[in-house]
């Protein structure tokens, strides 16, 4: 069994910053791919970013320059550091650990 623990959401102001943290436990870290996707009300989810076990990172077009996932294994926990955010990327960002489980959300919000 996985527990992911998001971190770190919150209300921005547009071209602000916000960093999100996803705390894991349970099964070995190190070895899965870790994600971030998010869903906005009526629409369906969407991956945001992964990140593979060794490092390499993959970025949904529409965040592409403005976000970055990393993570630590260390730690095991993964970050997306989100900048120069706009008012579309308004959702509830869950955290996706490999082995198929979700953490239980956290919202950001994009707003003047």
């Known amino acids: 069994q996985v527990q992911l623990v998001e971190s770190g959401g919150g209300l921005v102001q547009p071209g602000g910053s916000l960093r999100l943290s996803c705390a894991a436990s349970?099964?070995?870290?190190?070895?899965?791919?870790m994600g971030w996707y998010r869903q906005a009300p009526g629409k369906e989810r969407e991956l945001v970013a992964h990140i593979t076990s060794g490092g390499t990172p993959n970025y949904a077009e529409a965040v592409k320059g403005r976000f970055t996932i990393s993570r630590d294994n260390d730690k095991n926990t993964v970050y997306l550091q989100m900048n120069s955010l706009k008012p579309e990327d308004t959702a509830m960002y869950y955290c996706h650990h490999g082995g198929g489980y979700w953490g239980q959300g956290t919202q950001v919000t994009v707003s003047s």
């Open positions: 349970g099964r070995i870290f190190s070895i899965y791919t």
